[in-house]
């Protein structure tokens, strides 16, 4: 891959820029003075139809190649203020990258990780996020409303491996597959958090609550997606902890930009808050050091 060199302005690397809250969040952040956008992306001819401007630079990248994620940050040269690792996949059958592992828990977590890994020499005094969502919480009401029951953590290993429950339906385990990489987003930045001194770069999570409409269900059945696209977006503003990409972009703009930035480790939601709805379990700090650390042995990277 290419070199990636930018010098002499404030850079952002957006995932998932093409599509719901990374394209809403691209497109507030190049309307800030000196900012660049760095925007991995799989299909650049979709990415450039997007017509976002001379401030975005989009680079091939498909994030279920983790080879491709190493050689993408191994080419980075020049400074990163903010690095938001949004892009994920959601429910559907069980599907495998070209490297043999789950796709939920490889694009959602191994590749958000790897990037950061590779990217850290870079991002001194800038930020990370780790995008979350209160499905890892076992015990929100709302969730399991939804038919969510809450992640299943086994192993890092099994996990990848796509290991599935016996009995449980498919719509289920492609269920519990985004919930448990949303556990995984949530834990891998409080841990982070603990091991990186939050004055060398400041790691963050961010739940940007139920944002009805976007592509994130795009592998679920039809009448799903009508639901999703019509009746829930209609709802938002009746629900609450639900938004729209373009209300969710302005808090993940506010946790990339605002001066002094808030303690690292912390997840925050839309309202700029400390999410509320975070599982308790997801702060335990053996549960982080059990991620973490076979997460890393997996994709064998260590934190620089
Ligand atoms: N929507 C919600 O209610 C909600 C709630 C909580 C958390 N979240 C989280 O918010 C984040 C953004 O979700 P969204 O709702 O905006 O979803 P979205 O509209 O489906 O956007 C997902 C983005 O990820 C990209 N992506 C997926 N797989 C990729 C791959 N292999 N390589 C490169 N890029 C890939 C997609 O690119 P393509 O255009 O190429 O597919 C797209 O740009 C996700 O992490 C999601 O888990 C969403």
């Not at 952002?12 to 003075?33: C, D, E, I």
């Not at 009401?141 to 809450?150: D, E, I, K």
Request: glycine share 10%.
């Amino acid at each position: 891959m290419a070199d990636i060199e930018v010098e002499g302005e404030r850079c952002f690397v957006v995932t998932g820029a093409t599509s719901g809250l990374g394209l809403a969040l691209t497109r507030r952040l190049v309307r800030l003075p000196g900012v660049r956008v760095v925007a991995p992306a799989r299909d650049l001819a979709r990415a450039a139809a997007l017509k976002l401007g001379e401030r975005v630079t989009w680079v091939e990248l498909d994030l279920r190649s983790l080879a491709a994620v190493r050689a993408f940050a191994a080419g980075w040269r020049g400074r990163i203020d903010g690095l938001v690792n949004n892009a994920g996949v959601s429910a559907g059958a069980l599907r495998r990258t070209g490297d043999g592992w789950e796709e939920t828990v490889a694009v959602n977590h191994l590749a958000a990780l790897q990037l950061t890994v590779g990217l850290l020499p870079h991002l001194v005094g800038g930020r990370v996020v780790f995008l979350g969502s209160s499905t890892h919480n076992p015990e929100y009401r709302r969730a399991q409303r939804f038919a969510h029951r809450g992640p299943r953590f086994t192993s890092i290993e099994a996990l990848a491996r796509g290991s599935e429950e016996a009995g449980a339906s498919p719509a289920r385990l492609g269920f519990d597959r985004y919930a448990t990489s949303k556990l995984l987003n949530t834990v891998t930045a409080i841990e982070l958090g603990r091991r990186i001194a939050g004055e060398r770069v400041a790691v963050y999570g961010f739940d940007p609550w139920m944002m009805p409409g976007t592509g994130l269900q795009r592998a679920m059945p039809l009448p799903v997606r009508f639901l999703w696209a019509t009746v829930l977006r209609m709802a938002v503003p009746w629900m609450a902890h639900a938004s729209t990409p373009e209300r969710s972009a302005v808090g993940l703009e506010w946790l990339l930009t605002v001066r002094p930035p808030p303690p690292s480790g912390q997840i925050f939601g839309v309202d700029r808050l400390p999410s509320r709805t975070v599982w308790t379990g997801a702060q335990e700090p053996a549960l982080g050091r059990a991620v973490v650390d076979e997460s890393l042995a997996l994709l064998g990277a260590t934190l620089a």
